[in-house]
C-alpha cells in the first residue's frame, strides 16, 4: 500500500466501527497522514477513539452531528484552520444507520432519518468540504485523479443495489436500501461533476461486516473489519480517473447500480 500517500483525511463516523478501524489502519500507512480528522456526534464518549489520539498527535477529533447543518459547517472551519492553507487529500462519508423494517411496517419518519444521514448529509458535507478538497486537487499532482490527490469515498452497501439486494432473505431494511441506492445516484452524479475539478468521487461496499450495526442477534457477519478496511484501503490505493463515479467493493470488483 506504499503508493497510498495522504497528507491529510476527514472520516465521519470514527467513534465505532469501520470508522474507528479506519483510523487505526491509516494510522498504521507506510506514510500515514500528517493530519487525521475523526469526527463523531459525542466525542466524549468515544472512548477507544480518545485512545488512540492520545498516542497519536496527528489524530484530531471533531464534534460532527449529521443531522445538524450548523455542525457541519463549524467542522468545515475547525478543519480549515488546522490545516493552515493546506487542502484535504480524501474524506470519507462513513457515517451511517440502518433499520430492519419491512414494507409493512417501514414507518416515514425512518425514511426520512436515513435520507437525511445517507443522502442529504452527505451531500451537504460534500458541497462544504468542496473549497478544501479543490484546494487539495489544484496543489496535487496534476496528471490524474487518485485518492492521494483528492477524492470523496461514499460507504454504500450492494444492499442498495437493484440489481443484487443483499441480503433481502435476511431482512427487508426498506429505509436503508433506499437511501443506499439514492447515496449510489449521489455518488455517480458527484464523480461526473468533480471529475474536472480533479476529484475523484466513488462508493465502495464495505461488505457485510461484524459491526454493530451489521450484527444481528440471529447472524453473524462473515468478515471481520480489520479484513474490510484493509482491503478498501488497498482499493483505494489503485483507484483512478476511469474509477470516476464507479461502484466497487472491499476486494475491488465493479459492482452493479
Same mark, same amino acid.
Given at each position: 500500500?506504499?503508493?497510498?500517500?495522504? #497528507?491529510?483525511?476527514?472520516?465521519?463516523?470514527? !467513534?465505532?466501527?469501520? &470508522?474507528l478501524e479506519f483510523i487505526r489502519q491509516l494510522l498504521q500507512l507506510p506514510h500515514p497522514p500528517q493530519m487525521l480528522f475523526a469526527t463523531c456526534r459525542n466525542p466524549s464518549g468515544a472512548q477507544e477513539l480518545q485512545k488512540l489520539a492520545a498516542q497519536h498527535s496527528n489524530v484530531r477529533?471533531?464534534?460532527?452531528?449529521?443531522? !445538524?447543518?450548523? +455542525?457541519?459547517?463549524?467542522?468545515?472551519? #475547525?478543519?480549515t484552520d488546522q490545516l493552515k492553507g493546506l487542502g484535504l487529500n480524501l474524506l470519507i462519508n462513513n457515517a451511517?444507520?440502518?433499520?430492519?423494517? #419491512?414494507?409493512? @411496517? %417501514?414507518?416515514?419518519?425512518?425514511?426520512?432519518?436515513?435520507?437525511?444521514?445517507?443522502?442529504?448529509?452527505?451531500?451537504?458535507? *460534500?458541497? @462544504?468540504?468542496?473549497p478544501l478538497l479543490k484546494k487539495a486537487a489544484q496543489t496535487g499532482p496534476q496528471d490524474?485523479? +487518485? *485518492? +492521494?490527490?483528492?477524492?470523496?469515498? !461514499?460507504?454504500? +452497501?450492494?444492499?442498495?443495489?437493484? #440489481?443484487?439486494?443483499? &441480503?433481502?432473505?435476511? &431482512?427487508? *431494511?426498506?429505509?436503508?436500501? *433506499?437511501s443506499k441506492a439514492a447515496l449510489n445516484m449521489l455518488t455517480r452524479c458527484l464523480g461526473l461533476a468533480l471529475k474536472k475539478e480533479g476529484i475523484l468521487c466513488v462508493a465502495i461496499h464495505p461488505g457485510w461486516v461484524q459491526t454493530d450495526m451489521g450484527t444481528s442477534s440471529?447472524?453473524?457477519?462473515?468478515?471481520?473489519?480489520? %479484513?474490510?478496511?484493509?482491503?478498501?484501503?488497498?482499493?483505494?490505493?489503485?483507484?483512478?480517473?476511469? !474509477?470516476?463515479? &464507479?461502484?466497487?467493493?472491499?476486494e475491488g470488483k465493479t459492482l452493479s447500480w
Amino acid at each position: 500500500m506504499a503508493s497510498l500517500r495522504l #497528507s491529510s483525511v476527514l472520516v465521519t463516523g470514527s !467513534n465505532r466501527g469501520l &470508522g474507528l478501524e479506519f483510523i487505526r489502519q491509516l494510522l498504521q500507512l507506510p506514510h500515514p497522514p500528517q493530519m487525521l480528522f475523526a469526527t463523531c456526534r459525542n466525542p466524549s464518549g468515544a472512548q477507544e477513539l480518545q485512545k488512540l489520539a492520545a498516542q497519536h498527535s496527528n489524530v484530531r477529533i471533531l464534534p460532527l452531528d449529521m443531522e !445538524n447543518v450548523a +455542525s457541519i459547517q463549524e467542522a468545515f472551519l #475547525s478543519v480549515t484552520d488546522q490545516l493552515k492553507g493546506l487542502g484535504l487529500n480524501l474524506l470519507i462519508n462513513n457515517a451511517g444507520r440502518a433499520f430492519s423494517d #419491512s414494507i409493512h @411496517t %417501514e414507518s416515514e419518519e425512518n425514511m426520512h432519518v436515513l435520507y437525511q444521514i445517507h443522502v442529504s448529509s452527505n451531500l451537504k458535507i *460534500c458541497q @462544504t468540504f468542496l473549497p478544501l478538497l479543490k484546494k487539495a486537487a489544484q496543489t496535487g499532482p496534476q496528471d490524474a485523479l +487518485s *485518492c +492521494s490527490r483528492a477524492a470523496i469515498i !461514499n460507504m454504500s +452497501s450492494t444492499a442498495g443495489s437493484i #440489481s443484487e439486494l443483499l &441480503g433481502w432473505e435476511l &431482512g427487508p *431494511c426498506l429505509s436503508y436500501r *433506499c437511501s443506499k441506492a439514492a447515496l449510489n445516484m449521489l455518488t455517480r452524479c458527484l464523480g461526473l461533476a468533480l471529475k474536472k475539478e480533479g476529484i475523484l468521487c466513488v462508493a465502495i461496499h464495505p461488505g457485510w461486516v461484524q459491526t454493530d450495526m451489521g450484527t444481528s442477534s440471529t447472524f453473524k457477519p462473515p468478515l471481520k473489519k480489520e %479484513e474490510s478496511v484493509q482491503g478498501m484501503l488497498k482499493v483505494f490505493s489503485t483507484l483512478s480517473e476511469e !474509477n470516476s463515479g &464507479g461502484f466497487y467493493s472491499w476486494e475491488g470488483k465493479t459492482l452493479s447500480w
